[in-house]
């Protein structure tokens, strides 16, 4: 039997505090507590498991994988570089993807600007004095807007999942990477060795990545001239790059500058991933505070 007690409020709030604080200890020294499964049961980024999301989280990869190459960048990087499509603010543009959903993301099929604030408030709940990596939380996956009629409605391969380089071999660690042999660079020995059109310690600003909602967004937000510092940049720019950031893959294109940023990268990312949930935040009560950020980064309104 239960017997309910009605409890002053602080009272409860200590106990929780300190239950969450020892499993913080417990589980990640004191940082943030990762949980096990998604919301469908699986580990996170599980590419293997048979379902019917899973069938589609892999065709989305084969098209992807073939049809991403190094003329194809170049291309789209060019056309959406001129920023000649939308003027809108940044929170216009977090309203816009209430509509999209990611078809690449094993882990959530929720829309996106959920998942933008979940990062954002996760973040901020373990780095309160981080306001910038608050903004960047928000506005990381806000490139997904190509998917919207607005900007031509890129196809998904186009826009979402993982990314990787293009101009030199593709790393095994790059999920489904046995679709890679479709693509017509594979079979190019300008861009198929392991440093292919680049050189040792390049820097990742002079390698050319897959086209999607990474490095559009580096664009916009570079272009429209934020005051985000550079951890801010890199962060937006090569979230997707796990096979970097988590396999370790092509560090020898890294320069000094890429070794401090990818820090901040791998702290970011545990929030990225892992605030993925069912857990609706209330927009509206979060709103204000968003609101001054971006007032603060960014101005009222930018070129997209
Ligand atoms: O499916 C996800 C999703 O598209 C994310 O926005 C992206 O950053 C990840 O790298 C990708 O795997
Ligand atoms: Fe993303
Ligand atoms: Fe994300």
Redesign the pocket.
Known sequence: MTILIDQPEHAVEEETKVLVDEEKELVLDGGFLAPDTNSFGHTF?TYDAESERQAGVENFYRINHISQTYDFVQRMREAYGKLDKVEMSIWDCCELLNDVV?E???DLDEPQIEHLLQTAEAIRKDYPNEDWLHLTGLIH?LG?VLLHPSFGELPQWAV????YPLGCAFDESIVHHKYFKENPDYHNPAYNTKYGVYSERCGLNNILMSWG??DYMYLVAKENKTTLPSAALFIIRY??F?SLHKSEAYKHLMNEEDDENLKWLQIFNKY?LYSKSKVRIDVEKVKPYYLSLIKKYFPAKLRW
């Open positions: 980024r990611d690449s993301d094993p996956d997904k979402v999942g993982d990314t909602h990474d979230h997707s796990y990225d």
